[in-house]
Structure formats: C-alpha cells, structure tokens
Nanobody, 124 residues
C-alpha cells in the first residue's frame, strides 16, 4: 500500500513563509507526478502545484504562481511546497497527492493517492 504523510503546517502571520513536506512510503514505484492541493472551509479542493518525477518539470495554479514553489527530494519520494508571502486567504488544509498514469492532466484532481492533510492558518 501507499502512505502519504504531510508535515510542516502551522499558524503563521501574513507575510511569513512556510515549507510543507510530504513523504510517500510503500508501493511508490511508478509514480509519475506528485502534487499539492488545498481546501479552505466551505470551498472546493483546489489544485496548487505538481511536479513530474522523471524530469522535475512543474506546473502551478495561477493563484500561487510566483509565491509557491514545489520541489522534490533527489532520491526518495518526498515533495516540498515552499510558500512565501502567505496571506489570510491561504488558510486551508493542504493535501499532498501522488499518481501514476492518469486520464486527466496533473493539474486536475486525478490522483490515486492522497495524504491526510496538514492545516495552515495565516493570521492577518
């Protein structure tokens, strides 16, 4: 089985930075992409960023482009999300996800494995 565990969430002030981590374990062979999503109270889950494992190419949602950076560990299936200039509207539960070959593109929610999420709260 596959397990994704996020860490690094917390309470920060507006303008601060935070780095989230997501470690994948278990049957991780064949993952093509890992991504980050978030869900704020009363809102739908939102795609943030994804990284393709073999060449590290990345895609971002327009809402976070230039502020958030996704990266991965050189060896193990671990991804990071560096978040800068956080604002109150970034408050949400942040989820990590992983997929093998999907039907829909990697900026959709077509991911087969999801973490439990980590809370990020930005106070203004």
């Amino acid at each position: 089985q596959v397990q994704l565990v996020e860490s690094g969430g917390g309470l920060v002030q507006a303008g601060d930075s935070l780095r989230l981590s997501c470690a994948a374990s278990g049957r991780t062979f064949g993952f093509t992409h890992m991504g980050w999503f978030r869900q704020a109270p009363g809102k739908e889950r939102e795609f943030l960023a994804a990284i393709r494992w073999n060449d590290r190419s990345t895609i971002y949602a327009d809402s976070v482009k230039g502020r958030f950076t996704i990266s991965r560990h050189n060896v193990v299936y671990t991804v990071y999300l560096q978040m800068n200039s956080l604002q109150a509207e970034d408050t949400a539960v942040y989820y990590c996800a992983a997929r093998r070959a999907g039907v829909r593109p990697p900026d959709s929610d077509d991911y087969s494995h999801w973490g439990q999420g980590t809370q990020v709260t930005v106070s203004s």
